[in-house]
T-cell receptor
Framework: GAVVSQHPSWVICKSGTSVKIECRSL??????MFWYRQFPKQSLMLMAT?????????EQGVEKDKFLINHASLTLSTLTVTSAHPEDSSFYIC??????????FGSGTRLTVV | AQRVTQPEKLLSVFKGAPVELKCNYS??????LFWYVQYSRQRLQLLLR??SRESIKGFTADLNKGETSFHLKKPFAQEEDSAMYYC????????????FGAGTRLAVHP
């Protein structure tokens, strides 16, 4: 079946630094990938839609300059949290749209900014 | 826009009791819907999809066009069913985005 690999699974960084999170579709091509943020015991909040070869589409309220998304190939999308602050600490999840109309999710990345 | 609503944030039942997690949709056409589940500390995964008519882990979901619902049911809940459940519409095009509702947390008590 479709598999999405997300790395790292957890990361701790200092305030003011940048962190990159990778999302790879391992056995299928993902024209579209999605990035979500999830707070404890809450639903997934869509941050942006990432289309291969074009600029990402951000949801209202999501800072484009804070959360840089790159989708350079059909199997890789990256989310870079720039100049991270403690309020950026969260669980970030990527998802790839497959050919069967379903979505495959990564295992998530827990970001802690200290 | 395709939208689904899950009216219950929390559903708490005892082991062995029947479970019904509600999902209502609000779009026309031929709806296709999915149920996703997120167990504690695990990734979100597809539980079942309307079109396949499968029964996964004892769960079933029937599309009711008259009531515009796609409720998830299980006759006898197990403790391992405790998780977050999300109802979602499908991707209909390369750029369609999947927006989740609030989800329903199912807590099955011994």
């Amino acid at each position: 079946g479709a598999v999405v690999s997300q790395h790292p699974s957890w990361v701790i960084c200092k305030s003011g630094t940048s962190v990159k999170i990778e999302c790879r579709s391992l056995d299928f091509q993902a024209t579209t990938m999605f990035w979500y943020r999830q707070f404890p015991k809450q639903s997934l909040m869509l941050m942006a839609t990432s289309n291969e070869g074009s600029k990402a589409t951000y949801e209202q309220g999501v800072e484009k300059d804070k959360f840089l998304i790159n989708h350079a190939s059909l199997t890789l999308s990256t989310l870079t949290v720039t100049s991270a602050h403690p309020e950026d600490s969260s669980f970030y999840i990527c998802s790839a749209a497959g050919a069967d109309y379903g979505y495959t999710f990564g295992s998530g990345t827990r970001l802690t900014v200290v | 826009a395709q939208r689904v609503t899950q009216p219950e944030k929390l559903l708490s039942v005892f082991k062995g009791a029947p479970v019904e997690l509600k999902c209502n949709y609000s779009y026309s056409g031929s709806p296709e819907l999915f149920w996703y589940v997120q167990y504690s500390r695990q990734r979100l995964q597809l539980l079942l999809r309307h079109i396949s008519r499968e029964s996964i882990k004892g769960f079933t979901a029937d599309l009711n066009k008259g009531e515009t619902s796609f409720h998830l049911k299980k006759p006898f809940a197990q403790e391992e069913d405790s998780a977050m459940y999300y109802c979602a519409p499908p991707r209909t095009g390369g750029y369609n985005k999947l927006i989740f509702g609030a989800g329903t947390r199912l807590a099955v008590h011994p």
